[in-house]
């Protein structure tokens, strides 16, 4: 299977994957994520974002240049049919697949490109989702 974004790069294997807390915070030039995000630099670990964060993320106050000029450094993936439906699976049995719909898509993705660690707001569920997979999880 590819492991490319909309723009036909591939994403590297080992990424950083931002949800989309992490990614708000990053906007914000939060000190927590910047830690993060340094620790990933100094790894060599490329940044990676789904295109679904980017709306999930969006709250009113978002500046669009800010967002595309932080988007510039990073892989923005997009989710395929087989993110759904791996993330489905990942689900199981829970009777709201509407409230983890999006991060059990994103939880795909990452598995989809072998991501290292994806730093996130909601440790418990997204653990639940990618676990034994190896991927780590970040609180962020």
């Known amino acids: 299977m590819s492991r490319r974004n909309k723009t036909g790069a591939a994403v590297p294997a080992g990424a950083v994957v931002l949800d989309n807390q992490a990614l708000s915070l990053a906007l914000e030039g939060d000190r927590t994520i910047r830690v993060h995000l340094q620790i990933a630099q100094d790894e060599q670990r490329p940044l990676a974002v789904s295109a679904l964060t980017i709306l999930e993320a969006h709250n009113g106050k978002t500046r669009q ?71 780590e999880i970040g609180q962020v």
């Open 65 to 135: 240049e800010a967002l595309r000029h932080f988007l510039s450094g990073v892989h923005v993936v997009e989710v395929l049919p087989d993110d759904a439906y791996e993330g489905t699976k990942r689900m199981g049995e829970r009777s709201q697949g509407h409230k983890y719909a999006i991060d059990a898509a994103i939880a795909a993705m990452c598995i989809r490109i072998r991501a290292h660690r994806i730093l996130t707001s909601d440790e418990d569920d997204m653990g639940r989702l990618l676990a034994g997979t190896g991927i």
